[in-house]
C-alpha cells in the first residue's frame, strides 16, 4: 500500500512555508535596521545620535534596555553634551570613561560581538534597575581605527534573543556605523570648538558664551530652577603687562584660566569676556553654593603661585561679580534675550562694586529681574571721570 502523495509532501510544505516566514521576517528586520541606520547617518549632532540609539532603537526593536559606553579620556564628549544631558530621559544610559581599559577587559582581541545569557554579577552594575526580567544581553565593541572607542549593550528579557549561537552580521554592521557616526560627529564638533574657544586661554570665547547663555536660561526657564553668572576681572593686570611684560600677561591669563575651570563642574561654562575678563554661568546652581564656588575661585587665585617670564613672584588677585537668575515666575514673559544682557550686565554691575570696594573679592547682585537698573557702564564712567579729576586736581 503506497502512502498518498499530498501525506508525503506535507512535511516539506511545512519546511518551506517556515522558511518563507523566517525569510519576511529577516526581510523586515534589514528594513528597520536600515531605516535606523540612515537615521543615525542623518543625524545633526551628538545629542540625536543618542536619542535615536538610547530611546528609540529599544522602542523600535522591542528590547528592554540599551546602553552605550564611551571613552571620554579628555572630558570631550562631557563638554560637548554640555548641562543637556542631566535632563535627557537617557541620561542614565550613558556612561563616559576615563580610559578604555573596562572595554578592553571585556573584549579580547579581535573585537567581536559578545551574546549570550544575562550575568547578573557582570553585566548588573551597567544596567541598574533596568536589570530585572533580563534574560540575554548583546555586547557590542565600538571601534575606529583599531582601537576600542566604546561598547553598546542590547538588553531582552528573551533568553533566546541574543544566544551565543545566533549571528551577529547585522549586528557588527550596526556597531561599525555607530562607531563611524560618533566619531563623525566628534570631529565635527572640534572644528565648531575651533571657532569658538579662546586661542590663548584655551577656554571658550564670547561668542560661545553668549550662545551658551541663551540656552542656559531656555533651559532655567523650561524646568524653573536658578542659574547664576559670574564676571570675573583680574586686579590692576596693566601693571602688570607694563611692569613685567605682555608674555608674563599672557601667562597669568593661561594659567588663571585653568584656575577657574578646575575649580567648576563639567556642565558649567567658563568663557573669555575680552582682555583679562573672564565670565561664568553655573547652571541648576543656588545662591549659596554659588558664593561658595566663587569663593574657592578668589582664594585659588591668590594662593596660587604666579611668576614673570624672567622668574619673578608675582601675586596676582581676582574680583568677582555674582548674579542670579532666579526661577522664573509663572506668567513671566520677558525674552530670553533680555534676560540673558540683564543677567550679564547684573554680575558687571557686581564686578564693578568689587573693584571699587577694594579688589580681591566676591560682591553679589542677586534676585533682580529685568528692567531694574543697569548702572554699571555709568559707574565705570563715573570712575575714569573722577581719576581724571584726581590727576588735575579738579573736584566733583
Request: aromatic content about 6%; glycine content about 8%.
Given at each position: 500500500m503506497?502512502?498518498?502523495?499530498?501525506?508525503?509532501?506535507?512535511?516539506?510544505?511545512?519546511?518551506?512555508?517556515?522558511?518563507?516566514?523566517?525569510?519576511?521576517?529577516?526581510?523586515?528586520?534589514?528594513?528597520?535596521?536600515?531605516?535606523?541606520?540612515?537615521?543615525?547617518?542623518?543625524?545633526?549632532?551628538?545629542?540625536?545620535?543618542?536619542?535615536?540609539?538610547?530611546?528609540?532603537?529599544?522602542?523600535?526593536?522591542?528590547?528592554?534596555?540599551?546602553?552605550?559606553?564611551?571613552?571620554?579620556?579628555?572630558?570631550?564628549?562631557?563638554?560637548?553634551?554640555?548641562?543637556?544631558v542631566?535632563?535627557?530621559?537617557?541620561?542614565?544610559?550613558?556612561?563616559?570613561?576615563?580610559?578604555?581599559?573596562p572595554?578592553?577587559?571585556?573584549?579580547?582581541?579581535?573585537?567581536?560581538?559578545r551574546?549570550?545569557?544575562?550575568?547578573t554579577?557582570?553585566?548588573?552594575?551597567l544596567?541598574?534597575?533596568?536589570?530585572?526580567?533580563?534574560?540575554?544581553?548583546?555586547?557590542?565593541?565600538?571601534?575606529?581605527n583599531?582601537?576600542?572607542?566604546?561598547?553598546?549593550?542590547?538588553?531582552?528579557?528573551?533568553?533566546?534573543?541574543?544566544?551565543?549561537?545566533?549571528?551577529?552580521?547585522?549586528?557588527?554592521?550596526?556597531?561599525?556605523?555607530?562607531?563611524?557616526?560618533?566619531?563623525?560627529?566628534?570631529?565635527?564638533?572640534?572644528?565648531?570648538?575651533?571657532?569658538?574657544?579662546?586661542?590663548?586661554?584655551?577656554?571658550q570665547?564670547?561668542?560661545?558664551?553668549?550662545?551658551?547663555?541663551?540656552?542656559?536660561?531656555?533651559?532655567?526657564r523650561?524646568y524653573?530652577?536658578?542659574?547664576?553668572?559670574?564676571?570675573?576681572?583680574?586686579?590692576?593686570?596693566?601693571?602688570?603687562?607694563?611692569?613685567?611684560?605682555?608674555?608674563?600677561?599672557?601667562?597669568?591669563?593661561?594659567?588663571?584660566?585653568?584656575?577657574?575651570?578646575?575649580?567648576?563642574?563639567?556642565?558649567?561654562?567658563?568663557?573669555?569676556?575680552?582682555?583679562?575678563?573672564?565670565?561664568?554661568?553655573?547652571?541648576?546652581?543656588?545662591?549659596?553654593?554659588?558664593?561658595?564656588?566663587?569663593?574657592?575661585?578668589?582664594?585659588g587665585?591668590?594662593?596660587?603661585?604666579?611668576?614673570?617670564?624672567?622668574?619673578?613672584?608675582?601675586r596676582?588677585?581676582?574680583?568677582?561679580?555674582?548674579?542670579?537668575?532666579?526661577?522664573?515666575?509663572?506668567?513671566?514673559?520677558?525674552?530670553?534675550?533680555?534676560?540673558a544682557?540683564?543677567?550679564?550686565?547684573?554680575?558687571?554691575?557686581?564686578?564693578?562694586?568689587?573693584?571699587?570696594?577694594?579688589?580681591?573679592?566676591?560682591v553679589?547682585?542677586?534676585?533682580?529681574r529685568?528692567?531694574?537698573?543697569?548702572?554699571?557702564?555709568?559707574?565705570?564712567?563715573?570712575?575714569?571721570?573722577?581719576?581724571?579729576?584726581?590727576?588735575?586736581?579738579?573736584?566733583?
Amino acid at each position: 500500500m503506497h502512502a498518498h502523495p499530498d501525506t508525503d509532501l506535507h512535511p516539506l510544505r511545512q519546511q518551506l512555508d517556515d522558511l518563507l516566514r523566517h525569510a519576511r521576517i529577516n526581510e523586515e528586520k534589514m528594513q528597520r535596521m536600515d531605516g535606523f541606520e540612515r537615521q543615525l547617518i542623518g543625524a545633526g549632532s551628538l545629542e540625536e545620535i543618542l536619542e535615536y540609539l538610547l530611546a528609540d532603537y529599544p522602542a523600535r526593536f522591542g528590547l528592554q534596555a540599551v546602553r552605550l559606553s564611551l571613552v571620554d579620556a579628555c572630558s570631550e564628549i562631557r563638554r560637548i553634551l554640555g548641562s543637556e544631558v542631566a535632563h535627557a530621559p537617557w541620561r542614565d544610559a550613558i556612561h563616559l570613561l576615563p580610559s578604555d581599559a573596562p572595554l578592553a577587559a571585556s573584549f579580547p582581541l579581535p573585537y567581536a560581538p559578545r551574546l549570550g545569557p544575562f550575568d547578573t554579577d557582570r553585566h548588573g552594575p551597567l544596567l541598574g534597575n533596568a536589570a530585572t526580567g533580563i534574560q540575554s544581553l548583546a555586547e557590542l565593541p565600538l571601534v575606529r581605527n583599531g582601537r576600542l572607542i566604546g561598547a553598546l549593550h542590547l538588553a531582552s528579557d528573551n533568553p533566546e534573543r541574543y544566544g551565543a549561537d545566533c549571528g551577529t552580521t547585522l549586528l557588527e554592521r550596526l556597531a561599525a556605523i555607530i562607531a563611524v557616526c560618533i566619531e563623525s560627529m566628534l570631529a565635527q564638533e572640534r572644528l565648531k570648538q575651533a571657532g569658538l574657544t579662546d586661542g590663548l586661554t584655551g577656554v571658550q570665547n564670547r561668542r560661545y558664551f553668549e550662545h551658551r547663555c541663551l540656552v542656559e536660561i531656555s533651559q532655567s526657564r523650561r524646568y524653573k530652577h536658578a542659574l547664576a553668572c559670574m564676571f570675573l576681572d583680574i586686579d590692576k593686570f596693566k601693571r602688570i603687562n607694563d611692569t613685567y611684560g605682555h608674555q608674563t600677561g599672557d601667562e597669568v591669563l593661561r594659567k588663571a584660566a585653568g584656575l577657574i575651570q578646575n575649580s567648576l563642574r563639567a556642565g558649567d561654562t567658563i568663557a573669555r569676556y575680552g582682555g583679562e575678563e573672564f565670565v561664568v554661568l553655573l547652571p541648576q546652581t543656588s545662591l549659596l553654593h554659588a558664593k561658595e564656588v566663587a569663593e574657592r575661585i578668589r582664594r585659588g587665585i591668590e594662593a596660587a603661585h604666579f611668576q614673570s617670564t624672567a622668574g619673578q613672584a608675582l601675586r596676582v588677585t581676582l574680583s568677582i561679580g555674582l548674579s542670579m537668575l532666579e526661577s522664573l515666575a509663572e506668567g513671566d514673559d520677558s525674552s530670553i534675550q533680555t534676560q540673558a544682557q540683564h543677567l550679564v550686565s547684573e554680575a558687571d554691575r557686581a564686578l564693578y562694586l568689587a573693584k571699587e570696594n577694594g579688589r580681591n573679592r566676591v560682591v553679589t547682585n542677586a534676585g533682580t529681574r529685568p528692567g531694574a537698573s543697569r548702572q554699571a557702564p555709568a559707574q565705570r564712567l563715573f570712575g575714569q571721570i573722577k581719576q581724571l579729576a584726581g590727576l588735575t586736581g579738579l573736584r566733583l
